[in-house]
């Protein structure tokens, strides 16, 4: 196993996530014990010390399943984290209670690492709400041992990052975000990065493999990779990527099963990282697999300047590429949910006059149009 520097203690580079733990026939709630004892029991045997739960993974069942499992190991021997929930409107004003509740479904005495789950534009308001007091609670715990490590973790907008990091970024030991070679320019991963790393923060890594959408490409896609690395796999490739980023001191995988957690301890048993030439290639394949659907919006504004709506058009469009891309998924309705509904796509009202200015000739009205349709779909 590889181990990463952070501060005073080594970190195994990759972290078992528990969102996408095995379960049984009931469902995501229903976590397989055994299935998930005998990963756990692998994972320690191959160096893995590091565990990532939270209160809302498998319907606010996986904490308690790692806390039934990891008491049988030396609290010493792992690295525990979990999150607040902040993107729970019934919670957010519950800082104290859940976090007393969460150790005590963890069954242990305190956090190792401890998050700012989510941050995004839903949510924004109530983390920085002082009245609320999420971050001064968070703070006394780190105080008194309760949280070795606080961070963040995000899949909002930049704007909304530079809002949090503006506010507590003096306090964040860590980041962790959506990092995988689609999207370091899809999702702008790579500009995320760079605002984290500009306050010194090291980078977490969720979804490497992009919730599997990356574990398999065409047949054409492969072969170009194949014939860089005869040997590697299609998830090879994307770990090795992110042992490319120096920023990267932790990778969390959600694995499912046991060849998952045998196969990417294998990869993590020796570092690989990309070469240039094998970089451009996986990026070049990302902008064909992106370019099937994804609109060609390259945020100059001129629509901005001329939509009477004074909706933020290229951010829209952002979102649209990703949720036709990921076949839905929940980064678009968490964003447009933050909206008021004179900024939302159903506000366009069809003048043209953007698509008259845009140098790509996008059809934004019609993107508007299927956009509303399909999120009330």
């Not at 090291?202 to 574990?215: F, H, N, Q, T, Y």
């Not at 990309?274 to 060609?296: N, S, V, Y």
């Amino acid at each position: 196993m590889i181990y990463n520097q952070f501060q005073d203690i080594k970190l195994s580079a990759l972290g078992m996530g528990c969102m996408r733990l095995p379960v049984g026939e009931g469902g995501n709630s229903d976590i397989d014990m055994n299935a998930t004892r005998e990963m756990v029991a692998y994972a320690f045997e191959h160096g893995i010390n590091y565990f990532d739960t939270a209160w809302g993974y498998h319907s606010g069942q996986s904490e308690l399943a790692m806390g039934e499992i990891l008491k049988d190991y030396p609290r010493d021997s792992f690295y525990l984290a979990s999150k607040f929930p902040g993107y729970d409107s019934s919670l957010i004003g519950k800082v104290e209670e859940v976090f007393e509740r969460q150790l005590e479904k963890c069954r242990v005495e305190y956090f190792d690492f401890y998050l700012f789950h989510n941050v995004c534009e839903s949510n924004i308001d109530g983390y920085l709400d002082e009245s609320l007091g999420i971050h001064k609670y968070l703070m006394e715990q780190k105080k008194n041992g309760r949280i070795r490590h606080l961070g963040f973790s995000t899949h909002g907008s930049m704007e909304t990052m530079k809002r949090f990091l503006n506010a507590y970024g003096k306090d964040m030991e860590f980041c962790q975000l959506q990092i995988n070679w689609l999207d370091w320019d899809f999702q702008r991963a790579k500009e995320k990065v760079e605002l984290v790393s500009s306050y010194d923060i090291p980078i977490w890594v969720m979804e490497p493999v992009r919730g599997g959408k990356l574990a398999s490409l065409s047949p054409e896609h492969e072969q170009r990779l194949k014939a860089l690395r005869p040997d590697a796999t299609v998830v090879e490739w994307a770990f090795r990527f992110l042992q490319s980023l120096p920023e990267v001191k932790m990778t969390l995988s959600g694995m499912s099963n046991f060849e998952q957690i045998k196969q990417n301890i294998d990869t993590y048993s020796s570092s690989k990282p990309l070469t240039g030439k094998e970089t451009d290639e996986l990026f070049a394949i990302a902008a064909e697999m992106t370019a099937k659907t994804a609109l060609p919006c390259t945020s100059c504004r001129y629509c901005t300047e001329h939509c009477p709506q004074e909706l933020d058009i290229p951010r829209l469009i952002e979102l649209y590429n990703e949720h036709i891309y990921s076949g839905g998924g929940f980064i678009a309705p968490m964003a447009l949910g933050a909206l008021s509904e004179d900024k939302k796509p159903s506000a366009c009202i069809g003048c043209r006059s953007c698509e008259e200015v845009c140098p790509q000739n996008i059809k934004i009205s019609e993107m508007m149009a299927d956009f509303s349709s399909k999120l009330k779909g």
